[in-house]
């Protein structure tokens, strides 16, 4: 017999001592409040589905050059999908947040923590197939995808939930080269 599905947990669901795939709550805050906003960024005419995409990075590096450099670093980068008349040339809002973030250099002096993806759809949307595998390059399987629906309601799945028995870089035998060094 078919399993009820579990609704998606609430943002009330979250309290301060029940922190979410290792994010406390004012991270995972921060995190639907930038995907909330950069969802207002997309360049979407021709699909006009919005879609924002945030990455929660890991702690700066230790700074030598004084505290300035570290006050503007910042925790979170984000993106929104970006369309084109030639429909297949568009990309997805969290290729465009990653695209972004690894010219920066994030995923290897940073790292990433946390994806998060929001739309104005009635239920969590999850990051297509494409945008799965590229996230694959960049994040470790354990990270969280965290999915909000119009209303903020949530799904979180892990990577390696999304990509089962995903292909990466060691099936070509590099290790990581595009992890922490
Ligand atoms: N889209 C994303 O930005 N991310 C996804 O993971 C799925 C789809 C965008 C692409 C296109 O601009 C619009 O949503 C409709 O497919």
């Given amino acids: 017999m078919q399993q009820p599905i579990p609704l998606p ?26 995907a909330t906003d950069a969802k207002t960024k997309a360049y979407c005419p021709y699909s006009k589905f ?3 995409a945030a990455l ?28 084109n008349a030639s429909y297949p040339v568009g990309t997805c809002a969290e290729r465009v ?5 690894v010219v ?14 929001a739309t104005d759809a009635e239920t969590p949307a999850s990051p297509c197939g494409m945008c799965r595998q590229f996230i694959r390059e960049f994040c470790d399987l ?21 990509l089962p028995l995903s292909f990466g870089p060691s099936n070509l035998g590099v290790s990581d080269p595009a992890k922490l060094g």
């Fill in 9 to 34: 947990p609430t943002l009330d669901s979250i309290t301060a001592t029940s922190p979410i795939h290792r994010l406390s709550p004012a991270e995972f805050r921060a995190l639907l409040d930038a």
């Fill in 50 to 52: 919005h879609v924002g």
């Fill in 56 to 83: 929660l990075l890991g702690p700066p590096p230790s700074q030598t050059e004084g505290e300035k450099k570290q006050e503007e670093d910042p925790t979170i980068v984000i993106g929104a999908n970006v369309e």
């Fill in 97 to 101: 947040a990653l695209g972004k973030a």
């Fill in 104 to 117: 920066e250099g994030y995923h290897v002096t940073r790292g990433f923590r946390a994806v998060a993806i």
């Fill in 142 to 162: 354990s990270t969280p995808i965290i999915m909000f629906d119009k209303s903020s309601n949530f799904i979180v799945l892990k990577l390696e939930d999304l």
